[in-house]
């Protein structure tokens, strides 16, 4: 059986410094039920996998140019890496050796910021900062464009939901990478 998807490119949203967390989603909840999404994105969108690994989607991604990535994600009739539901974010590549992470040096509340000033404050932040060290900043939402950002300047990060279901703590640790696969 041939896969139908939606297609949604998302690229000029990206190159105009938008956050399309929220269109995707929407894409998303009007798929279908024999229906895949076809993202195109400005970067290999790896914290969506997890996203949507928990609604019960596979994905399979490729680069097509340019640092442009196409990714179809299908609940099941195409071969895909499927994203493991019960993963927590703290399991991601970035995060391996983050036990032995020192004490934050800066804390943050970013909870009441609109995107992106989350993702420019962190980012600003972890500049100033010496590598080695640790920052902690508490978040809204989980930061989908900061974590890609966060590894391509070479800094390990681990993450998660809060108890409360609706706090995102996010740990940077700067300079360092975890392994990556």
């Known amino acids: 059986m041939t896969q139908d998807y939606l297609d949604l490119d998302v690229r000029p949203i990206l190159r105009d410094g938008g956050e399309p967390f929220e269109k995707i989603m929407e894409a998303v909840a009007a798929l279908a039920p024999d229906q895949g999404l076809r993202l195109y994105a400005t970067f290999k969108p790896i914290p969506l996998f997890q996203v949507l690994g928990r609604q019960g989607f596979g994905y399979a991604a490729r680069e097509i140019g340019g640092g442009d990535w196409e990714v179809l994600f299908s609940r099941a009739d195409i071969p895909a890496e499927t994203a493991p539901a019960a993963t927590p974010a703290s ?91």
């Open 91 to 181: 399991a991601t590549p970035s995060a391996a050796g983050a036990s032995d992470w020192p004490a934050p040096v800066q804390e943050m509340d970013n909870r009441e910021l609109e995107p992106p000033e989350p993702m420019v404050r962190i980012l600003a932040a972890i500049e100033e900062m010496r590598p080695g060290e640790v920052l902690s900043a508490l978040l809204c939402r989980e930061p989908m464009f900061l974590l890609p950002e966060l590894e391509k300047r070479g800094h390990a990060w681990r993450g998660g939901f809060e108890p409360d279901g609706e706090t995102y703590k996010i740990t940077v640790r700067v300079g360092e990478t975890g392994d990556k696969a």
